[in-house]
Nanobody
């Protein structure tokens, strides 16, 4: 059973930075894609950033401020968040996708990010 464990959330002032980590219990190379989603109260979960062997992608709202990366030796995916805004406040979830006999999604438990104004 694959496990994804997020860490790095917390409280930060607007304009500050945080780095989220997502540690996988197995090799991250086994995932076709890995990404970060977020969900604010009353909102649907939305894709923030994704990384595949072909590159990276970002939501328009975070382009130029957030960077997704991965370290295969540590089986960890990161989300560097700079110039944080109060509207970035949400629970951030790590996601991994495997395309084996269909699409399988794996999720972490989430980590809270709160940006104060």
């Amino acid at each position: 059973q694959v496990q994804l464990v997020e860490s790095g959330g917390g409280l930060v002032q607007a304009g500050g930075s945080l780095r989220l980590s997502c540690a996988a219990s197995g090799s991250i190379s086994s995932f076709n894609a890995m990404g970060w989603y977020r969900q604010a109260p009353g909102n649907q979960r939305e894709l923030v950033a994704v990384i595949t062997s072909g590159g990276t992608g970002y939501a328009d709202s975070v382009k130029g401020r957030f960077t997704i990366s991965r370290d295969g030796t540590r089986n960890t995916v990161y989300l560097q968040m700079n110039s944080l805004k109060p509207e970035d406040t949400a629970v951030y979830y790590c996601n991994g996708v495997r395309l084996i006999g269909g699409t399988r999604n794996y999720w972490g438990q989430g980590t809270q990010v709160t940006v104060s104004s």
